[in-house]
Nanobody, 126 residues
């Protein structure tokens, strides 16, 4: 059974850093592009970052460009999200996800993703 498990969330002060991890099991991780999304209270889930199967291509939401870095280790079946210069606006539950298809361009819409983790809370205090 396909499973994605996020970890690494927590409480951090503004300007701080966190690194999220997402461990995959039950799927051939190395052939899947992967994505990170987030959902803040009262807001819709939004795209954060995506990475292709080999790690050679990435895409970011404008709001996190230059601050967040997505990466992956196919041997460990894990995708990471390094977050720097965090602001209170980054407070949300962060989800990793695998898309229905890894063909074509990186996917930025959540309905294009089929496997989801349970999420990890990131809270940034001012």
């Amino acid at each position: 059974q396909e499973q994605l498990v996020e970890s690494g969330g927590g409480l951090v002060q503004a300007g701080g850093s966190l690194r999220l991890s997402c461990a995959a099991s039950g799927l051939t991780f190395s052939i899947y592009n992967m994505g990170w999304f987030r959902q803040a209270p009262g807001k819709e889930r939004e795209f954060v970052a995506a990475i292709n199967w080999s790690g050679s291509s990435t895409d970011y939401a404008d709001s996190v460009k230059g601050r967040f870095t997505i990466s992956r280790d196919n041997a460990k079946k894990t995708v990471y999200l390094a977050m720097n210069s965090l602001t209170p606006e980054d407070t949300a539950v962060y989800y990793c996800a695998a898309p229905r298809s890894s063909l074509g361009s990186l996917k930025v819409r959540d309905h294009e993703y089929i496997y989801w983790g349970q999420g990890t809370q990131v809270t940034v205090s001012s």
